[in-house]
């Protein structure tokens, strides 16, 4: 009965090198969550203890640490420069993790609410905002002087199109009449 549900001896060593080679090529997947990568490890190290391995915890922190994905290198190196790794529990490193996790998702929503800007799109306040065009003194992200297109450029000066507020004929006299 036991042979039946366990097993040869043979049938288990196989099962388990695949299990080792699944648990060594393991990394995180582009946009997986901390939760569901930190799962699907513990899964297969759960499996490896059911065939008969000894996996240490400090085993798998130590791969989870070192398959994260490239986002995660500042904080897989704090912890890594804080903690002993060898003494740290699997739930200590996944809620270090969530908390890392938690603040770069609360950091893109606050970003994305902030300023939805795109490439070739600028910023001008409200008196553009109905055109589609964003107007940052004409230079959005990466942009420089030499390349931006004048021709959808706002001045906030005067408010018109093909110069910056630098460039602007009227000048500051005109800002100060706008804003009384």
Not at 62 to 76: A, D, G, Q
């Amino acid at each position: 009965m036991k042979q039946k549900y366990e097993g040869t001896n043979r049938v288990k060593c196989v099962h388990l090198q695949a299990l080792r080679k699944e648990f060594e090529t393991a990394h995180m997947k582009e946009g997986e969550l901390v939760n569901e990568y930190l799962a699907r490890a513990l899964v297969i190290s759960n499996k490896m203890k059911a065939n008969g391995e000894d996996v240490k915890d400090v085993a798998v922190v130590e791969k989870v640490l070192r398959s994260m994905t490239p986002k995660f290198n500042y904080v897989v190196c704090s912890i890594e420069e804080s903690k002993d790794t060898s003494m740290l529990s699997i739930d200590e490193l996944q809620s270090s993790l969530l908390v890392h996790e938690q603040c770069m998702t609360n950091t893109v929503h606050e970003e994305e609410h902030a300023l939805k800007v795109t490439h070739g799109s600028q910023y001008a306040g409200p008196a553009r905002r109905g055109r589609g065009r964003w107007n940052f003194g004409g230079r959005g992200c990466g942009q420089s002087r030499q390349n931006v297109d004048k021709a959808t450029v706002e001045c906030y000066n005067c408010h018109k199109l093909r110069h910056f507020q630098w460039e602007c004929k009227k000048g500051v006299e005109n800002f100060a009449e706008s804003q009384a």
